[in-house]
């Protein structure tokens, strides 16, 4: 209550911190004269006074204001637009090293221009990190121009470029890519054996758009770089088959947790199965000698208990792929970890891809926490305050919009059944459909959109085929026409190809979208419809005359369904159920009402809806039916709402919890990883490691000497014949040791330092023989790569570990504390085995007087697992290019062509063959291992 008062006298901490931004938006406005009336070579110029003032001493804060003057008056003359006031605060937020939380629509991609000018004044460089290929290289080119303009660099770092041009990129003044991109370059760096051959150049400032998406939802997994490993897909394929015979008691399902268990008589079935199948030889199932079993069973058993088809991925051309929770998109190449995906692949008859382990991983929350500034937009962040501020020690900024919001949001419509809902929403729909209103329907899942879209169709709608030619048509004839359209599109991932054209015509009047959530997709909704897409699409053939006429006419049309989508009022937001999460439903809500359009939005609910039926209460359906509710009657109230949002919060709550467990644990691999790193760039610096070798190799000596002779004991005690053997054995080297111990008055020290000068004389020997240049390049090479190889065996222990130390749990200890315990005693360890293996190596190494072959990386495949966004960066980014290009033919959409047959003889006719299918020359091996070696 005192809160509240305090709030209504003072104004919110936002208020606060917005008011304290007014002055300097003042100062600018008032340059603003001043800077336009300046020529365009003045203006760039201001650039090299800018950079002058800072190596003379000021601040990038002192320049705040005529940077932000100088950007706005750029961004004028180069693209046109004009930077709002609220963009400006914006910028200010961003440069401060916060999250700008700004609606769909206000221009966050604009904003971002005024702090990565200010900050790359500097020289350090500024990464602007994008969700996806296409929006990188989008924003990267027309936002280009504006850094263009002022004299600064711009770099793109997308999917399949090489180490030269990534270099480039990075060594521009402001560098533009995705998140995995930049996570993946700062793994593949510290792989390097060369320090010219790293492509990054630090981690000065970054920007994160879509924050949240990026820093919450793809944060949850790992960045993995992994190698093949043995192929066990007989394994998989073996034990799928026992699964389907396992009955209801046989195992315990935990949706809220999603996790699956087997029961005591499961395990006993299991096991007795297992044995039938010749798969379990002796002992029981736990036995130590059997692991590698159990884990076996227990994902075969999620993929068929947990894993639901064409809701959590599809079966397409042979392949599993991931369906993304948050945004519907297929991600084709990625793939689950920890052998889930071959048993998804076993569970649906499809070849099983060997296993991969891991060579390097990070976490984004690790990754991102290298930047000495990290500043971050969105539309959707302040519901994840708390983890922002706990994480990465970001506020987030409310920034208000440029003009009010006239978007009505009605509160929620609650049913018993999903069957009543989908009759509401229905008739909802045909309701607007009649007044040309345009409306987009967010579902959940692919499953839930085609269901709706099945209904329709019972209704005598019909779905638009966008790769078919005049598929529009009808669209525009209703829409000119002001009568309802009985038309459809549907954006999932079976239509990913098609998302292009099914956004731009969705502010249509008369349009209704089905969208499998609306996360993330970098394109805002035009009331109606996408000037720039029709002009691209009508008017690519066109020239002269006959385009100028008929680009006028499209600009007509345009302006004048605009008018009828107001009159109709305004995009309607429909959602079928509500996400676990409020950020994902606000994003849906945010895609009606930009810039001031009218909008509406509704939700409709059931108590089947999964959020209702896991986390609900399970007496409300009879509670409701005592009250006296009848079939098709929905309860509407602001309550039903607040309780809902009471529930999203409990779940946001609890996954946040279980996001920072998991940190919490890999930040003391990211300790490890940050000395190992650390020290690896550190010897490709130095010149000669001649000094560190030879620390390592006294001590080795150290160790031997401490391991067999113990101290202040008398010789007799001394293990001469075991240390004489450890001293061939590590140090290739025979002092007479025996001699040595029948000395009067020898102690365990001047032992120590007798064999040290052993060793040390015994490597002098051999560099004279090796030559000392090549000695120096050796060193560091066996160095490095040992290095990496005790690195990556440490990383597959310290995963293992991960898994079984919760059990430790149920003897009352901590399994943070015993992984912090075991995990320094294992990285002590892999210190040890470093000294002693490249000594080892050192002190017998012959090697022929030319320079070695340089060393190699192991083959490597980059993933990230279950990211929120799940575009296919690649695919996605070479279909928006085709169109950007003017090409709208069914292959540029990524439709399917049939295949033309295949000829043994020809490979011409062979056409697109995937890495992992047989080769179709008839060899019967992989064609990643046949003609693909020289693809």
């Avoid at 963009?87 to 629509?105: D, F, N, P, R, Y």
């Avoid at 994480?391 to 440029?402: H, R």
């Avoid at 490597?860 to 033919?889: K, Y």
């Amino acid at each position: 209550m005192l809160g509240n008062l305090a709030k209504k006298i003072f104004g919110s901490a936002n208020d606060r911190r917005l008011k304290s931004y007014r002055p300097k938006v003042a100062e600018i406005n008032a340059l603003e004269p001043e800077v336009a009336a300046l020529s365009d070579e003045a203006l760039r110029g201001r650039t090299d006074e800018f950079r002058a003032q800072l190596a003379a001493g000021k601040s990038l804060d002192d320049l705040l204001v005529p940077a932000f003057a100088t950007v706005r008056e750029a961004a004028k003359r180069a693209i046109g637009q004009r930077h709002f006031d609220v963009q400006l605060v914006g910028g200010m937020v961003l440069h401060e090293g916060a999250i700008s939380e700004m609606k769909t629509g206000e221009g966050k991609t604009l904003v971002a221009t005024l702090a990565c000018y200010l900050n790359a004044l500097a020289g350090n460089g500024v990464h602007v990190v994008t969700v996806n290929d296409y929006l990188a290289r989008r924003d990267s080119e027309n936002m280009g121009r504006i850094y263009n303009f002022l004299g600064l660099t711009v770099g793109v770092i997308v999917h399949g470029l090489d180490d030269s041009e990534r270099a480039q990129a990075y060594a521009a003044d402001i560098t533009y890519g995705t998140n995995n991109e930049f996570g993946f370059d700062y793994l593949r760096d510290n792989m390097k054996y060369e320090l010219n051959q790293m492509v990054q150049r630090g981690h000065s400032y970054a920007i994160v758009d879509e924050v949240d998406s990026i820093l919450i939802d793809e944060a949850r997994t790992p960045l993995i770089i992994s190698g093949p490993s043995d192929d066990r897909s007989d394994l998989y394929n073996s034990i799928d088959k026992l699964i389907p015979r396992l009955d209801k008691g046989d195992f315990e399902l935990d949706e809220k947790q999603r996790s699956a268990s087997l029961t005591e008589d499961g395990n006993e079935k299991v096991e007795q199965l297992l044995r039938e199948a010749g798969l379990l030889t002796e002992g029981s199932l736990y036995e130590s000698a059997n692991v590698t079993l159990v884990h076996h069973v227990n994902q075969a058993l999620r993929a068929h208990k947990l894993f639901q088809r064409d809701k959590d991925y599809i079966v397409r051309n042979g392949e599993v792929v991931i369906i993304d929770e948050f945004t519907g998109r297929m991600m084709p190449g990625r793939r689950y970890s920890e052998g889930q995906h071959q048993a998804l692949e076993a569970k649906e008859g499809v070849t099983v891809q060997p296993e991969n382990v891991t060579l390097a991983s990070i976490t984004f929350q690790n990754y991102f926490r290298l930047y000495k500034k990290l500043a971050g937009m969105t539309g959707t962040a302040s519901t994840e305050s708390e983890e922002f501020a706990e994480i990465y020690k970001l506020d987030v900024v409310e920034i208000p919009t440029n003009k009010p919001v006239r978007r009505i949001d009605s509160d929620d419509e609650v049913y018993r059944t999903s069957g009543e809902k989908l009759a509401a929403i229905v008739t909802e729909i045909e309701a607007a459909n009649a007044k040309a209103q345009p409306l987009l329907v967010g579902t959940t899942s692919i499953e839930k959109s085609e269901q709706l879209a099945e209904y329709l169709k019972t209704k005598g709608y019909k779905i638009i085929d966008f790769g078919a030619p005049g598929a529009l048509d009808k669209l525009y004839a209703a829409a000119r026409s002001g009568k309802p359209s009985k038309q459809f599109a549907v954006l999932n991932a079976r239509f990913h190809e098609q998302e292009a054209y099914i956004v731009a015509e969705a502010g249509v009047p008369g349009a209704i979208t089905i969208a499998t959530n609306m996360a993330g997709r970098g394109t805002d909704i035009q009331l109606g419809g996408n000037l720039d897409m029709r002009l691209k699409q009508e008017c690519a053939e066109l020239e002269g005359e006959a385009r100028e006429a008929r680009e006028k006419a499209i600009r007509e049309e345009v302006a004048e369904f605009k008018e009828k989508a107001l009159a109709g009022g305004g995009l309607y937001i429909i959602g079928t159920e509500r996400h676990e999460s409020r950020r994902i439903d606000n994003q849906l809500r945010g895609r009606s009402g930009r810039q001031g359009d009218p909008g509406q939005s509704k939700f409709f609910l059931s108590l089947q809806d999964d959020l209702m039926r896991i986390f609900g209460s399970d007496r409300m359906d009879a509670m409701l039916v005592k009250l006296g509710l009848q079939e098709g009657e929905a309860i509407i109230h602001p309550w039903i709402n607040k309780a809902l949002e009471k529930a999203q919060q409990k779940v946001e709550a609890r996954n946040f919890d279980m996001r920072k467990n998991v940190l919490k644990f890999d930040n003391v691999m990211n300790d490890q990883r940050k000395v190992v790193f650390e020290q690896r760039r550190e010897m490709m610096a130095q010149e000669s490691l001649e000094d560190v070798i030879g620390e390592m190799r006294h001590g080795v000596v150290e160790d031997l000497v401490a391991a067999h002779v113990p101290h202040d004991a008398y010789p007799e005690a001394w293990d001469i014949a075991g240390l004489t053997e450890a001293a061939k054995a590590q140090l290739n080297i025979e002092p007479p040791l025996a001699d040595w111990a029948k000395e009067e008055g020898i102690a365990d020290e001047e032992l120590r330092d007798r064999l040290e000068k052993a060793a040390d004389e015994a490597y002098a020997a051999r560099e004279q023989m090796n030559s000392l240049d090549l000695t120096r390049y050796i060193e560091k090479q066996v160095l490095l790569q040992t290095l990496d190889h005790l690195w990556r065996e440490h990383l597959v222990v310290l995963d293992h570990l991960r898994q079984v130390i919760g059990w430790r749990g149920l003897a009352q200890r901590d399994p943070l504390n015993e992984y912090k315990s075991e995990a320094f005693e294992l990285f002590d360890a892999l210190i040890t085995r470093l000294r002693e293996i490249v000594t080892a190596q050192l002190m017998r190494i012959e090697v022929a007087h030319q320079r070695p072959a340089e060393p190699q990386l192991p083959p490597m495949q980059a993933m990230h697992l279950d990211p929120s966004t799940g575009e296919d960066e690649l695919a996605l980014a070479q279909i928006n290019a085709r169109i950007e290009a003017g090409d709208f033919s069914p292959r540029a959409l990524g439709a399917a062509e049939p295949a033309p047959e295949r000829d043994p003889n020809n490979p011409e006719t062979w056409g697109r063959i995937g890495r992992n299918e047989a080769c179709p020359c008839g060899s019967g091996k992989k064609y990643k291992h046949c003609h693909g070696v020289l693809a």
